[in-house]
């Protein structure tokens, strides 16, 4: 609306909250050259990573269960998938910002004159948390949606977990690079290295999966009575053999 003042970026914002609050200072803000919008996002960016991070984390070693590890060994490309992860806190003490780490999500390419060369093996199509209902501007998804996302890239936290609580970690994901994977899990009470999860029977909180990934899509059709998609072929597609003369 014009004249409305904007809105204030949260600790807690991701990649499209800052360009979108940018965009929103923009407006309200004449005759500011792109040097400056372009130190704003870096200061934004900046600040926001800062506070994910949990800077002034308290050190201290919290004891959890794994109490759901569960990620299919047989897959397919283009076939949607969860990877699904639910820790308890074992302990007395709240733990402050319970988070995970995946590794091999994605790969590393040889492959010459590539911008990117980090490439996935899954998409992730929506992360741990929240989903926001209500983006603050229209534009492009520049982060997968979860609200649980922090300053870096494989790791997900969704906030302070109380004693004998227990928090799940869900990813939809698509496989999208057929052959043999591992995707490596590790469990941390905070973002900054100083609060430590370990298991109760001692050790890290730290596990793996690997994943057979099938090259070709798995056979579906849409269940005419349900509107449904359903696994195989569709069974009205097999027409008679036509009558010799």
Known sequence: MRGERPRPLCAGATGTDIVAFVVRVGKSLRGVSLVACGALLAALSSGCGGAQRNAHEVAGSYPVE?????????????????????????????????????????????YPKLSVRKRPVWVVNTGPGRVATSPPVQTEEVNPPGGGETAFVNTW?????????????????????????????????????????????GGLATGSFTASIAPVPPSTHVNPETGLIAPGPNPASKTEQPASS
Do not use: C
Request: glycine share 6%; net charge positive.
């Open 157 to 201: 936290a969704l906030g302070a977990l109380a004693p004998h609580a227990s928090r799940a970690f869900i990813w939809h994901v698509t496989p999208v690079k057929a052959g043999m994977h591992t995707v490596h899990y590790t469990v941390a009470a905070g973002l900054d290295g100083k609060s430590r999860a370990r298991l109760v029977r």
């Open 66 to 110: 794994i109490l759901t590890a569960r990620f299919p060994a047989k897959q397919a490309i283009a076939r949607d998938e969860r990877f699904t992860l639910v820790v308890r806190n074992a302990g007395a003490r709240t733990i402050p910002n319970i988070a995970v780490t995946l590794d091999s999500f994605y790969y590393t390419s040889s």
